[in-house]
């Protein structure tokens, strides 16, 4: 009994291990301990790697048509090379394409790229190293007939290019020819200090018959993981379906291509979003419209997800208009939830979003306080550790007992080892002398570590912390310390944790007690300075607290 804490957190390291090593397998290409086939990766060149997608990958309006059904004919103007616009606004540069008028590329201007601080962040790209952009278009519900989409060459309407001081908005108009007797006009409006671009769409059936057209909402992305990415933690990349009933639905790139991807198919409400670290894209449209969702692996190494609206029959000579809204940004939680319900669910904490949502809640208040996200993550571990004090408390004094009576332990293990049975007996013994619990030490542990752990993904998932400074050395909480300061008083803190602690009988699990904090700190060289800072703060404290309670209870002898 008296090794079971030390089995528990013997499981955890090895857990740990086995995650961190999956993890290097996918970001090196090499298959998953649990299954599926990784990603391809990009050439080191800047090249697509054989077989990567590359623009002409991007499929005809079949992309997201009904699995099975006949790919609709390309009509007029398709496969003409399009022009590339650019246009800027204070938060964004984006550039379109005049072929379909889809939105190519956006580069977001207030983030920094982790990998080279002199560029800015690159979400839409259409490159060799990179398949990432937004497409609409319309599909008919009858079989056989054409209607523009996003292969449709358009003509870009004159217009401003810059958002220029003074205005607030800043509009960019396409408009289609016939195809299929219909007229198709995209406006994009941009908004000062906005990530959520206002995509109005509108038909004009310019025939003499009905037209029955289907509006598609479509973001197309490689299956690669992001450049920069950590080697020893992961985070999703992938398409995502929310509706209402079934909430947030993630979708792996490897079960889209398997055929088997699960989510919800049709509602009256929901959207699709396309989501990495920190960054995400989203098409949004207003509750109370049916949709239908469509994933679709749409060439080697590219996959879409897709919302697909009805719009109705449109009459001869009648106009019709549709708004949505397209979100291209960070992961700012308050702000996605108050664009749509769900949306803050882009910023994913897995299974511990019950406790990481109301921690990340009081680490943002803790900021508009302090005005520094290093020392509101030093003053969130000082709170929780208050919060906990009692339960550490009775930890740490049965852990004070513990080493207290260790001597008379591995005495009586030298005399009675030939003698198990009684060996056994002869402790239960002391432990009832002594009023000593074995397990005293291992259960408040066991209660405060999911609010830890939720921590750890609160602080890992924030875009917050992204080119955040703290003090001095420190300017990215997102990235590595660059001298390793922080990791080497990390693994010095544990080191004094471990002294600090019963020493086992055993000599092999003495020696073992030893090398399993410095192997475990290993990692946090690699881990963001965010994340060490807070493991530091809470060692430390930790240490305080133990220091204490052992030197009150006669421990330190």
Not at 11 to 30: E, I, K, P, R, Y
Request: a neutral charge; charged letters at 20%; one cysteine or more.
């Amino acid at each position: 009994m008296t090794d079971i804490r030390r089995t528990l957190l013997w499981v955890v390291f090895t857990m740990s291990l086995v995650l961190l090593w999956d993890a290097w397998n996918q970001h090196t290409g090499a298959p998953s301990l649990f299954g599926g086939t990784p990603s391809r990766p990009v050439a080191a060149d800047g090249a697509p790697a054989a077989g990567a997608p590359s623009t002409a990958a991007v499929p005809a309006p079949a992309a997201v048509a009904t699995p099975g059904a006949t790919p609709t004919p390309a009509p007029a103007g398709v496969g003409a090379a399009g022009e590339r616009v650019d246009i800027t606004t204070d938060r964004l540069r984006a550039t379109f394409d005049t072929k379909g008028g889809d939105l190519v590329r956006v580069e977001l201007l207030q983030h920094r790229d982790q990998l080279d601080p002199s560029r800015n962040v690159v979400l839409f790209d259409q490159s060799a190293e990179r398949v990432y952009l937004a497409q609409t278009g319309l599909i008919s519900a009858r079989a056989g007939a054409a209607l523009p989409n996003h292969l449709t060459a358009m003509t870009l309407v004159d217009g401003e290019r810059t958002l220029a001081e003074g205005r607030d908005t800043l509009q960019v108009r396409f408009e289609s020819p016939e195809v299929g007797g219909v007229k198709l006009v995209k406006t994009y409006t941009f908004r000062r200090g906005d990530y959520t671009v206002t995509v109005d769409h509108e038909l004009r059936n310019v025939s003499d018959a009905a037209v029955d057209a289907q509006l598609y909402l479509q973001l197309v992305r490689d299956g690669n993981a992001p450049a920069g990415e950590s080697s020893f933690y992961f985070t999703f990349t992938g398409p995502a379906v929310y509706t209402d009933a079934n909430k947030f639905q993630k979708i792996d790139f490897k079960d889209i291509a398997k055929g088997g991807a699960k989510h919800d198919r049709t509602a009256s409400d929901g959207w699709v979003a396309m989501v990495q670290h920190y960054f995400a894209s989203a098409w949004i449209v207003p509750p109370g419209q049916a949709r239908e969702f469509r994933t679709a692996k749409i060439g080697d190494n590219l996959y879409s997800v897709a919302m697909v609206l009805p719009l109705g029959e449109l009459a001869a000579g009648e106009t019709r208009a549709h708004q949505s809204t397209l979100f291209v940004g960070p992961q700012e939680e308050r702000k996605l939830a108050a664009l749509a319900p769900g949306l803050d669910l882009v910023k994913d904490y897995g299974w511990f979003t019950i406790l990481a949502k109301p921690l990340f809640w009081l680490l943002y208040e803790l900021h508009a306080l302090i005005g520094n996200w290093g020392w509101s993550i030093v003053a969130l571990v000082v709170l929780l550790k208050i919060a906990f004090y009692w339960l550490n408390a009775s930890a740490y004094r049965s852990m004070a007992k513990m080493k207290a009576i260790s001597p008379r332990m591995m005495e009586m293990r030298e005399r009675l080892k030939d003698k198990p049975q009684l060996m056994q007996q002869e402790m239960m013994k002391l432990y009832r002398e002594e009023k000593v619990n074995p397990l005293g030490g291992c259960l408040p542990i066991l209660v405060q570590m999911p609010f830890f752990i939720a921590l750890y993904w609160v602080l890992l998932s924030s875009v917050e912390m992204r080119n955040a400074p703290w003090i001095g050395w420190i300017t990215d909480l997102s990235a590595k310390d660059p001298y390793f300061i922080l990791p080497l008083l990390m693994t010095a803190s544990t080191l004094l944790q471990t002294w600090l602690n019963p020493t086992p009988p055993d000599p092999v699990q003495a020696r073992l007690m030893w090398i399993m904090p410095i192997v475990f700190s290993i990692f946090f060289f690699f881990f963001p300075a965010g994340l060490v800072l807070y493991w530091l703060t809470n060692n430390i404290l930790s240490i305080a607290q133990q220091w204490y309670i052992n030197k009150k209870l006669g421990a330190m002898k």
